[in-house]
């Protein structure tokens, strides 16, 4: 017998004809008919993906670095204020035609939005400019045009300090990188060079997310793991019966389940009852609005995410593996990790990945249960988008956020490999 | 009868499984095997002959009786502590390891320094004829190569015992003639015990020295090949292995091992099976290849006119379709040589044979 001979079949001799011009042609023609039929098949859904993903993420890119509001108020102060060298008071002219651009949004009604844009460079300007604003509108025009820098500096004393004017300089760039400074808590001093803000708030919790997301994960695979491999080595009647229970959770409104752990967790709820009354504490813990309701009410709605992938491939691993692996002489738990382990993780990955990514943008169960102690990143993003009205800088941390994620993927590609992936 | 106890390996000592603690799917399994034998479990699925193996490989728990390997009981012993090795259905390859990687998965378990591991690795490739493919991956191999991967890979640590659980199901005729061949050279070459299972009984034939025939958790026969084919216990393992003729009658008298059946096309002599008794209804057996059509030189003691049906043309033989007066079916197989007869449609031949090819049956 001849070695690989055994297995090997006759080959056809591999001969290219060359194709007569008209059959390439109509191969072609074939070839492009399928593509468009192809296009047209997708053109929906790339309609929908462009509207409804690709656009919005890029206003949003393109919104945390643009902001055209105070440019688009006061554009010829700007314009004065160009040759000034920011060490004294500006001159008297780029005064004047302060004052005059203030005049004319006080009669427009919109120096509340110059006010809020300033407050936010220099915190106590919001009714420096509104009261300014408010005493101009009522001055005429020739007394602004010749006496508007003293009406000014009358109306308030920071109007005579550099750093006011700086303020207006900075935030009068319609284009500018301090958003994703201040969300890496990090701002432009007046010199130019960057340097720590004084307050500390974004990085911690950039920190403290991807912690809790880690958290949550880990705990959704020594949850799920067992389980799935429980689920995909029983009959099929028990895993259908226990996948119902693993996809209960996706039947009930994510809001319900929230609220429902409110009432196990508050102060007076299921679970301090129970300790209270089995004598267990003597006083109802702290349970609710903390980092670990957050953690546990967290985990609880992601495990499916966890169950689903692994269930779907642990299912295509046969008894076999682990069967052979024994009758070689490994023990169960060395069998386990050198052969199912390695095969099962294709799903493993994909199941941590997918409770990673989802956790770390999670809103609503820390908004709801956790308190000041569980927010994550997208609560703050969320406040500067309805409460602080600071899209830019929402728009800074979403980005960050974004590019967080991306940078994790690829280190996930990196060492663990996409290709590793299976959903089912 | 000390010396044959010593020399008994393998024992299976009235076991028993249930899994629904109703019903039994093994129902008293008994064996004595000795080393070196080639031990083939042949049945239908559902036969339970896939949980006795299960049973000797330790996957599934013994209900009652008891197994003892070399004399010692085995029933409590865990599975990676039995030393058997086992080649899967679907050959059970590591997917995420290379085929020398797979090779060395048991010595690396026991332990066994790296030089040797890798001369050992080189040894059982190069027995398998598969020097070349030690790098690849097996995704990579044929459905042929991946079988002797599985081969090797359960001979390299020198267990003493193999089991096979219709190692060749997944492969294509031609393919499954070549393992046949590959594992009955290894068989011979390295001398280990095997315990195979398969519902393919050529294969079974081919390749076994013992043959246990399963039907519904019970062993219907256990014998060599040819003495399975030739004298079949009981009508199932006459119908199961090999293609039979059935001819009923009824038992006219009973002389010695010969029994007198009276049939509807007459009268016929045949061997007398176990527990047929005078007066009883019975089914004479008879092989296809076993039958003449007149006229032949070949000697005879019974004779039977039928009517032709139908022939088909299969190459290398042809088989002829004949009616019973009755209406039952007889097939006969004629080499395809110039004695092969042409019937009309309807047309009366006699079938004649020796009354030592046939055996009577009770019926039912």
Redesign the interface.
């Known amino acids: 017998?001849s070695?690989?001979g055994?297995?090997s079949y006759p080959h056809m001799t591999a001969t290219s004809h060359g194709l007569a011009p008209a059959d390439a042609r109509n191969a072609a023609r074939e070839v492009r008919r399928q593509k468009l039929q192809a296009f047209f098949f997708v053109t929906p859904l790339l309609v929908f993906i462009v509207f409804a993903f690709v656009a919005p993420i890029t206003t949003m890119l393109y919104r945390s670095i643009h902001n055209p509001t105070v440019a688009n108020l006061i554009p010829d102060t700007l314009v004065a204020l160009q040759d000034w060298s920011g060490q004294e008071l500006p001159d008297d002219t780029v005064l004047i035609q302060f004052a005059t651009d203030m005049k004319r949004m006080a009669n427009e009604r919109t120096s509340g939005q110059l006010a809020d844009e300033i407050n936010r460079a220099l915190p106590g300007m919001s009714s420096v400019v509104k009261s300014t604003a408010r005493g101009l509108r009522r001055v005429d025009d020739a007394e602004i045009a010749t006496n508007g820098a003293t009406l000014l500096r009358e109306a308030n004393a920071r109007w005579a300090d550099p750093a006011t004017w700086n303020a207006i300089k900075v935030a009068g760039q319609a284009y500018s990188s301090s958003y994703y400074l201040t969300s890496v808590d990090l701002e432009r001093a007046a010199d130019g060079s960057i340097v720590q803000r004084d307050t500390q708030i974004y990085v911690k919790l950039y920190t403290k997310t991807l912690r809790m997301a880690l958290i949550i994960t880990v705990l959704t695979i020594l949850l799920g793991y067992p389980l799935a491999f429980y689920m995909a080595h029983a009959s099929d009647s028990r895993a259908n019966f226990l996948m119902i229970f693993v996809l209960l959770p996706f039947w009930t409104s994510l809001l319900v389940r929230t609220t429902a752990w409110i009432a196990l967790l508050q102060t007076n709820g299921v679970v301090n009852s129970t300790l209270l009354a089995l004598g267990i504490t003597d006083q109802p813990l702290e349970l609710l609005y903390t980092q670990f309701s957050t953690i546990l009410a967290m985990t609880h709605i992601l495990l499916p995410f966890m169950v689903l992938p692994l269930y779907a491939v642990m299912r295509g691993i046969?008894q076999?593996?682990m069967?052979?692996?024994?009758?070689?002489?490994?023990?169960?738990l060395?069998?386990w990790y050198?052969?199912y382990l390695?095969?099962s993780l294709p799903g493993l990955s994909a199941g941590a990945l997918l409770v990673f990514i989802i956790s770390v943008g999670y809103y609503i169960t820390p908004a709801l249960v956790g308190g000041t102690d569980g927010q994550m990143i997208s609560n703050i993003i969320a406040f500067h988008m309805q409460q602080s009205n600071n899209w830019e800088l929402a728009a800074a941390l979403g980005s960050l956020l974004l590019v967080l994620i991306l940078l994790l993927y690829w280190l996930f590609d990196r060492f663990v490999g996409t290709d590793n992936i299976k959903l089912g | 009868m000390k010396d044959l106890e010593a020399d008994i390996f393998l024992r299976f000592d009235d076991v028993k499984k249930s899994y629904d603690q109703k019903h039994l799917v093994v129902k008293g399994f008994d064996m004595d095997v000795r080393d070196g034998e080639f031990i083939t479990l042949l049945g239908p699925s559902g036969s339970g002959k896939t949980t006795v193996l299960m049973m000797l490989a330790g996957f599934e728990s013994v209900t009652s009786g008891d197994i003892s390997i070399a004399g010692k009981s085995i029933n409590r012993t865990a599975p990676y502590k039995r030393n058997i090795g086992m080649v899967f259905q679907n050959y059970a390859l590591f997917p995420h390891m290379t085929v020398a990687e797979n090779l060395a998965y048991p010595l690396t378990v026991r332990k066994m320094p790296k030089a040797q591991i890798k001369e050992q690795v080189a040894k059982y490739l190069k027995l398998v004829e598969l020097s070349e493919f030690g790098e690849r991956r097996p995704g990579q191999l044929s459905g042929g190569q991946r079988q002797r991967v599985a081969l090797a890979r359960a001979m390299i640590f020198e267990p003493t015992l193999i089991l096979m659980d219709e190692p060749l199901g997944a492969l294509d005729k031609n393919l499954r003639e070549q393992m046949q061949f590959e594992i009955t050279r290894l068989h011979k070459q390295l001398g280990f015990t095997v315990i195979y299972v398969t519902h393919d009984q050529t294969e079974a034939l081919s390749m076994s020295s013992r043959i246990a025939v399963f039907n519904d958790g019970v062993v219907q026969q256990c014998a060599p090949p040819s003495e399975l084919y030739e004298r079949p216990a009981n009508a199932f393992v006459a119908d199961f292995i090999g293609e039979n003729n059935f001819v009923p009658g009824k038992v006219k008298s009973i002389h010695g091992d010969t029994a007198q059946v009276e049939t509807d096309g007459g009268r016929i002599v045949a061997q007398k099976a176990h527990g047929l008794g005078e007066g009883a209804a019975c089914r004479v057996s008879i092989r296809p290849e076993k039958l003449f059509i007149h006229p032949t030189t070949h000697a005879h003691d019974n004779a039977l006119t039928v009517r032709f049906n139908t022939r088909i043309y299969v190459g290398d033989f042809i088989r002829y379709y004949f009616k019973l007066p009755d209406g039952t079916d007889i097939i006969v197989k004629v080499l395809n040589d110039l004695s092969a007869p042409e019937f009309d449609d309807g047309a009366e031949a006699q079938l004649l044979w020796l009354a030592s090819d046939c055996i009577a049956f009770p019926a039912g």
């Open positions: 017998m070695g690989a055994n297995t046969d076999s593996y069967r052979a692996a024994m009758s070689m002489g490994s023990k169960p060395g069998a050198r052969i390695p095969m």
